[in-house]
């Protein structure tokens, strides 16, 4: 019996193993996609072909929704994707209005949240910590 339970015990991590490293694999792929995606964004906007960033932007939306993407269930990795989707979206718009100064920002809030979720990803940390918080003005006297 002793053995029996052993033995399952053997598939059954074997069966995770494999299952881990195919997920992995997934996002890795994602992950490839997602750069994909942005280096034609960021050619778009040095050469102003808004088709080039629309086209771009719509694909890593379409990409942060899929289920490769989704590696994380918590609440934080949550609100990164979602911030994530609302750049992608900010950047769709700016491309529509042809605006290359909104489409800027909009790809350096992209790229900040991509950092920002990478590096919470790798030390654990949460969204809130991670917010950009603009800097204090304060009047000239």
Not at 26 to 50: F, H, P, S, V
Not at 107 to 128: K, P
């Amino acid at each position: 019996m002793k053995t029996y339970f052993s033995c399952v015990l053997i598939l059954l991590t074997a069966a995770a193993s494999a299952f881990a490293q195919e997920i992995s694999a997934r996002t890795r792929d994602a992950m490839r996609l997602k750069l994909q995606y942005a280096q034609g964004i960021l050619e778009g906007m040095a050469t102003e072909n808004y088709f080039l960033i629309a086209t771009n932007s719509s694909k890593l939306k379409a990409l942060a929704q899929s289920a490769d993407w989704q590696i994380r269930t918590t609440a934080d990795y949550q609100r990164f994707t979602s911030d994530f989707i609302l750049q992608t979206e900010g950047l769709g718009r700016a491309a529509r209005k042809e605006s290359i100064d909104a489409a800027t920002v909009f790809y350096f809030q992209l790229t900040v949240s991509c950092v920002q979720c990478h590096r919470a990803i790798r030390g654990n940390m949460t969204a809130a910590s991670l917010r950009i918080k603009p800097p204090e003005v304060t009047k000239a006297d």
